[in-house]
Structures are given as C-alpha cells and as structure tokens.
C-alpha cells in the first residue's frame, strides 16, 4: 500500500511561513541561492527518488510550481544536486478538488473529488509513495483527515516569529511517532514521524 | 568563558507549554497529553528514577542533567551536532545542540 508523505520546512518556533517582513528563517526559500550543506541535498534527492507521484495543491499549480521547475531542471540539467527538480516534471502529479477544476497542466491529473477521495484515488493510480507540497492550509486540512501517513519536516534553525501553522487547537490530543531524526551539517535537523494512533499509544503505555 | 544554554522540551508546533499556567498546573490546562511522549520508557534516564524516555531524548536529558550536577561545570560543553566516532561511543550525545548564530560569533 502506497502512503502519502508530507514534506515541509518548518522553522525552529513551528512556522510554515512568517508574516514578519525580513524574516531569515528559512535556510533556503527555494530561490536561485541555495545555501543547504551537501547532506541535506542529498537526502533531499535520495527522497525524491523513491516518490511515485506529488500531490499538489491547486494554488502551488497556479502560481507556476511546474514551470518554476522545469526552468530550474533546464538550467541544472547535469547537476546531481538538482536531480529532484527533474524528477518533478518526470513524476505523476494529482492535484485534488472541490470546487470543479478545469484548468490542465503537464502530466497532472486533476482529480473531481472530495480531498479523502481524491488522495485515495492518487495514492491508487501513482502505484508507491506520494508526496505532498502544499501550502499551510492544504497541509493543514490533510492532517485534519488523517490522510498523512508520513510527516517529513525540516526543521530551521531560524525563528519566524510569527506565521502560518500546519497544526492547529483542534489537533491538541494528537501524537507522532518518531520514525527517524537525521541532523546536518547547515543545523537543519530533518524529522520524519508517523501518527501514533491509541492502538500504538495503548501498547507503549503498556510496555511500560 | 562561561556559556549559557537552555534545554528546553518543545511540542511539534513548537510550544513548551500548555495556556492557563498556576502553580498546581505547571505545565498549563490538563486534558491533553502534552510531553507525554516523555513516557515512552524505552529508555530509562540515568538521572531521574521515575522518568523513562524514548532513545532519542534519552541521552539528552541525561546529558543536561549531568552538566547542571557536576561540580564542575565549567568543564563540560556541549557537544556538536555531528560528534566523532569516538566521542559518540564514549559519553551520551545530545541528538540537537543548536546555538543561536549571535553565539557563534
């Protein structure tokens, strides 16, 4: 069974985003300067490797996620480093909505159905893992179905002070397992964790 | 040069507390389960007979403890974040030590 990871920066006080003007808390804001030591673009690339398809939000696609790339991967077309921004335009993308979308991009399907569904339905037709990239409010809603089954952070040594959440009050009972932790060499510290569901709660509590 | 560092337990959204603290209520309102991946006892702490930690916090809390009983502090720092072998297999190692960029300088 295929899973959907999500994959975010986050900053070190729990920000996706900061509404804090000259905020420097993301290493790299995904722009031409790309200041992540070699480890963390490797394991970034690593990641990529084994995605079968991204799940996108319909925002990131209006506002040029694939074009960004494309360029990006036309620009690097040998650097190993930007081995990822090729495998974007390689990959199936799904994009999941609501409201009717009828708007077409490069090997996306556009996918008619409440967000439950629609992951479902991706997560089927991409055969393997899917990531997530969306924006505080998409990633947001999917944790708020319980659709992630991984949650891959990586966790700024920069502080946004203010800004956008992925998790919310609604989610104040909800735990993670700690799958793997990895520290680099620019401070990122990259995180993955699975939901504890009561079941795993119950055996930890009483392993204890 | 004395340093000065802070070991703090934070949640995932990055709070160390709960809202409406008093001092029956350290940690704020009771009804969620914060820190309490505190109490997976994987590991038990060599410092605190009543706590046990999961692998990964383990060692760091051992680690901070140790440095504040000593009766020489002075002489402990923190290690870096990527220690060397032998550092690693020799004495509990802290799995984050971040400094803020004003105290590197």
Redesign the interface.
């Known amino acids: 069974m295929s899973g959907l990871n999500v994959q975010m920066q986050i900053s070190i006080d729990g920000f996706v985003g900061s509404t804090i003007p000259g905020s420097t808390w993301q290493l790299w804001d995904w722009g031409p300067n790309w200041t992540w030591s070699a480890d963390v673009k490797a394991h970034f690339n690593a990641f990529f490797d084994g995605v079968r398809g991204i799940l996108l939000s319909r925002p990131m696609l209006a506002e040029g996620y694939l074009d960004h790339w494309q360029r990006v991967a036309d620009q690097h077309p040998d650097d190993p480093d930007y081995r990822f921004a090729r495998r974007i335009g390689e990959v199936q993308k799904f994009v999941v909505s609501q409201h009717g979308v009828d708007a077409s991009w490069p090997s996306t399907t556009v996918i008619n159905a409440p967000l439950a569904d629609g992951v479902l339905q991706a997560q089927t037709a991409a055969k393997g893992d899917v990531v997530c990239f969306g924006g505080a409010g998409f990633v947001n809603a999917l944790l708020q179905h319980d659709l992630v089954d991984e949650l891959q952070l990586y966790i700024n040594p920069g502080v946004a002070g203010e800004g956008s959440r992925i998790f919310d009050r609604t989610m104040a009972t909800e735990n993670y397992q700690l799958v793997n932790a990895t520290s680099t060499k620019c401070g990122i510290l990259i995180g993955r964790w699975t939901k504890r569901r009561q079941s795993q709660a119950a055996e930890a509590g009483n392993a204890s | 040069m004395t340093k000065i560092f802070n070991a703090l337990a ?6 160390i507390t ?1 809202t409406h603290l008093d001092p029956s209520q350290p940690l704020g309102d009771i ?4 820190l ?2 505190n ?3 994987e590991k038990p702490s060599n410092q605190f007979a009543d706590v ?1 930690l ?1 692998s ?1 916090n383990g060692p760091l809390l051992s680690f901070v403890s140790a440095v504040l009983t000593t009766s020489t502090p002075m002489a402990h720092e923190l290690p870096p ?2 220690p060397e072998p032998a550092m690693a297999r020799n004495r509990p190692t802290p ?2 030590a ?1 400094t803020t960029r004003t105290a590197l300088k």
């Open positions: 934070t949640s995932m959204d990055g709070y709960r009804g969620s389960p914060f309490d991946w109490k997976d006892s046990g999961c990964a974040c990527r799995r984050v971040w």
